[in-house]
């Protein structure tokens, strides 16, 4: 199976303070699935409202991103 590690930097609301987070993404056809993240992104109550989550998303709807 093809991963890849990308790294976020944003501002993090349940932290609330600046950081980093590494995310592994998994291809799934032409789709990559985030299959880790180390901040609590599945079930973070601020994620709508969050940079890093969203950015975390657009990596997701990237088909084909390398
Ligand atoms: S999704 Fe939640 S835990 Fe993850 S960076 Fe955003 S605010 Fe922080």
Not at 2 to 25: L, P, S
Not at 28 to 35: K, N, P, T
Not at 42 to 49: G, L, V
Request: glycine share 8%.
């Amino acid at each position: 199976m093809e991963e890849k590690e990308v790294f976020y930097n944003g501002f993090c609301r349940a932290q609330n303070q600046g950081r980093m987070v590494a995310c592994v993404y998994v291809k799934e056809g032409e789709a990559w699935r985030v299959d880790e993240a180390d901040c609590a992104y599945e079930k973070c109550p601020n994620r709508e409202a969050c940079e890093i989550a969203r950015q975390i998303r657009a990596g997701e709807r990237e088909a084909g991103w390398k």
